[in-house]
């Protein structure tokens, strides 16, 4: 069983077929609320991300992905063949006693294992299925295989980042993926909650291309109802100014400069002239951006990061710096909001995780466990399958 304490999804059993990120994000979200977790993975090479390196820590016999750990804190694993009928006698086993089941298999392949949606709700009515795909299970390209990058690029999204439109430029982390999980997540709970009235599962789906499209926000307004087809700006805001990354003596900040009080602080702050007809209101400096940003380099050029931030700070103006990964999480912030966790892995001893991003006032799970040993939990979940089955 898992270590975690108790949580709001305490009495709910999430089995996982899920593999890479998308469905291991939603899964090990719901592990975070206290669901326990049964991750089914292949016998000998299990979820793909266990491979999925450098860096890979721990002594040479046991080697883990640090990839894989990101991702799967609060499971239980368990392998299995789905294709052998001891595979499939295990899963309709985890499919009987399990409340969701999670799963980001190419559309049509959980038909193919014999587990289709109307195959799991025969075996279980009250199962919530969450099944995430590339680009959506139905539609012209209903069946293309997705991964994060290249749903990026598809949906959009790194037509909006980068330094200029000629730059196309991916988000650092599978934020595709992430998202898809995190929508995955949210779409299980209403399941979970509507289950309580009509005392019936039902299917949720979502997909990289839908979670990225989901996120257009302003840009895609912006198209949809004016016409205008946003591109990358580098690293300042199109529709607010100045909003972004400014240098500095020996580096550089952030400030967002959002409606004309902050601008006549900022001005004043940093030695330009409020009213100058340029600038005077936000819509003037959109449009002269260019002219604006040169100006306030031109005086923030003067002093180090530090004597700015001070400043902006005092006025109550939103600024920071641009930290490092390293720099984040030696972060007393950072710590502070449960953001940093400690887990007692197997192989690896004592290790340090990013933690969950949703907090409880009653101070909610404060143990997690460690992201499961390949099969660790084989001979456990077996025996408590025996028990429920009686």
Same mark, same amino acid.
């Given at each position: ?103 980001? +298999? ?111 926000? +302003? ?140 907090? +409880? ?30």
């Amino acid at each position: 069983m898992s270590e975690n304490t108790r949580g709001p999804l305490d009495d709910i059993v999430v089995v996982d077929l899920s593999r890479a990120l998308a469905g291991p994000q939603t899964a090990m979200m719901l592990g975070d609320m206290g669901a326990r977790v049964i991750k089914v993975e292949a016998p000998g090479r299990g979820d793909e991300s266990r491979g999925w390196g450098p860096p890979f820590v721990g002594p040479d016999t046991a080697r883990e992905s640090t990839y894989f750990l990101s991702c799967n804190r609060n499971k239980e694993s368990v392998t299995a063949d789905l294709k052998s009928p001891e595979g499939v006698d295990l899963l309709t086993r985890l499919v009987r006693h399990g409340d969701v089941l999670v799963e980001n +298999f190419r559309p049509g392949v959980m038909d193919r294992l014999g587990f289709s949606a109307e195959r799991l709700h025969e075996i279980n009515p009250r199962l919530v299925v969450l099944s995430i795909s590339g680009f959506g299970h139905d539609g012209p390209q209903g069946g293309r295989p997705g991964y994060d990058q290249i749903a990026q690029g598809e949906a959009g999204l790194m037509s909006l980042t980068g330094p200029d439109p000629d730059t196309p430029t991916k988000v650092g982390v599978p934020i595709g993926d992430m998202l898809a999980g995190m929508n995955g997540a949210y779409g299980v709970l209403s399941a979970l909650y509507e289950r309580e009235r009509t005392g019936r599962g039902k299917v949720v789906r979502t997909s990289l291309l839908a979670s990225i499209v989901g996120v257009h926000a +302003f840009q895609g307004t912006r198209y949809t109802v004016a016409g205008e087809v946003g591109r990358a700006a580098g690293n300042h805001h199109v529709a607010i100014a100045p909003y972004g990354l400014f240098r500095c003596d020996g580096g550089a900040i952030q400030a967002a400069v959002a409606n004309d009080a902050l601008w006549v602080k900022f001005a004043e702050i940093t030695g330009l002239d409020a009213t100058d007809p340029r600038y005077v209101s936000n819509v003037q400096r959109v449009a002269h951006r260019a002219e604006l940003i040169e100006d306030i380099e031109k005086q923030l050029l003067q002093r180090p990061a530090a004597h700015w931030l001070a400043l902006l700070e005092a006025a109550g103006i939103p600024a920071g710096e641009v930290r490092t990964l390293d720099q984040v999480y030696d972060c007393p912030q950072t710590r502070s909001q449960g953001l940093v966790i400690e887990v007692d892995h197997p192989s690896l001893g004592t290790i340090e995780l990013p933690g969950p991003a949703v907090r +409880f006032d009653d101070g909610g799970q404060h143990r997690h466990a460690a992201p499961p040993r390949l099969g660790e939990h084989n001979e456990s979940v077996r025996a408590w399958l025996h028990e429920q089955d009686g």
